[in-house]
């Protein structure tokens, strides 16, 4: 899968679209001006080049439930236009473990406690001792129970594209289709909720943490979005 597609869809352009790639050195740059970074006995991201040309890779240290959270200090993300399409796509996803590590590809409310609670995002994660995808959304969570989210085996350590798309209703805020692509195919939706995160900016927030003492890692090259502008 290119990672300028989107299942079968190109990513929009031209006017009244926000088209944005992130790639690896914009994440390997820590910078306060780009990222905010929370580790937990862990090194950071680091750039890496190998046959996929280029990614970045966050190493967490060696102790059990070592971490590494990645936010966007940028909150650009807010899914309040009625009747647009929201694109995000995370391209060549590597995990280094397919079993005893958490992870977290998000569009969230900044927090410093991605494992314990986002309150507003959407989501790809994976748990610790699950080889499950976990899709989903959060709006005003309290607690990670309060979670909109589907279970889907498969988790290997493989690379793959992880996209989600928002189809929002025309009318109510709030209310949407929202459908998950595993490498352009569909793997959780269309789902329709009424629960949808509307009234928060999110960021970008990117999680890793070691589910047993033995250093784990995610890899990924780059991150797509194509989002509505509001006039």
């Given at each position: 899968m290119s990672s300028n597609t989107f299942g079968i869809e190109n990513f929009s352009s031209g006017p009244g679209r926000?088209?944005?790639?992130?790639?690896?050195?914009?994440?390997?740059?820590?910078?306060?001006?780009?990222?905010?970074?929370?580790?937990?006995?862990?090194?950071?991201?680091?750039?890496?080049?190998?046959?996929?040309?280029?990614?970045?890779?966050?190493?967490?240290?060696?102790?059990?439930?070592?971490?590494?959270?990645a936010q966007s200090v940028s909150e650009f993300v807010r899914l309040n236009l009625t009747g647009q399409t929201y694109k995000f796509l995370f391209t060549q996803v590597d995990l280094s473990d397919a079993t005893q590590m958490d992870m977290i590809l998000?569009?969230?409310?900044?927090?410093?406690?991605?494992?314990?609670?986002?309150?507003?995002?959407?989501?790809?994660r994976k748990a610790d001792g699950e080889t499950d995808w976990r899709t989903g959304h959060a709006f005003n969570a309290a607690a990670v129970g309060d979670y909109s989210?589907?279970?889907?085996?498969?988790?290997?350590?493989?690379?793959?594209?992880?996209?989600?798309?928002v189809e929002t209703d025309g009318n109510t805020l709030g209310e949407a289709d929202v459908t998950f692509y595993l490498?352009?195919?569909?793997?959780?939706?269309?789902?329709?909720?009424?629960?949808?995160?509307?009234?928060?900016?999110?960021?970008?927030?990117?999680?890793?943490?070691?589910?047993?003492?033995?250093?784990?890692s995610l890899s990924l090259q780059s991150i797509e979005i194509d989002i509505p502008i509001a006039a």
């Open positions: 926000l088209r944005k790639s992130i790639t690896f050195t914009d994440l390997v740059s820590i910078s306060a001006l780009a990222w905010v970074y929370t580790l937990t006995n862990s090194f950071g991201p680091t750039e890496v080049n190998d046959a996929r040309g280029g990614g970045v890779t966050f190493t967490n240290g060696t102790a059990d439930n070592d971490a590494i959270e998000a569009l969230c409310k900044r927090t410093t406690t991605m494992f314990t609670l986002m309150s507003d995002a959407l989501f790809w989210e589907h279970a889907n085996t498969g988790v290997d350590t493989d690379p793959h594209d992880l996209g989600i798309k490498d352009g195919v569909v793997l959780d939706g269309p789902y329709h909720t009424t629960t949808l995160p509307h009234d928060e900016e999110l960021c970008i927030g990117i999680g890793v943490m070691n589910g047993e003492a033995a250093a784990k």
